[in-house]
């Protein structure tokens, strides 16, 4: 394999691993806010909105992963 092959390979693995923990982590806020709105339907609001606040922060991480990728494959 050339350098260019490597290249690639490593960009793809960047965005790939890199978006494994955010993927999991957006899972997870959502079952644990479907489970707080099980028990307290009332707080829905404040739920929520802590719930879409947390899914921006994780994504974050997928996006910084995502332009780690896009200088490797472009840049590099």
Do not use: C, H, W
């Not at 050339?2 to 957006?26: C, T, V």
Request: charged letters at 10%; proline letters at 3%.
């Amino acid at each position: 394999m050339d350098a260019e092959a490597f290249k690639l390979l490593g960009a793809g693995l960047s965005m790939g691993l890199g978006a494994i923990g955010p993927g999991i982590g957006i899972g997870l806020i959502g079952y644990g806010a479907l489970q707080a709105l099980g028990r307290n339907p009332e707080a829905r609001g404040s739920i929520m909105t802590y719930m879409i606040l947390a899914i921006v922060l994780a994504e974050a991480v997928a996006i910084y992963a995502l332009v780690m990728g896009i200088l490797l494959a472009m840049v590099v």
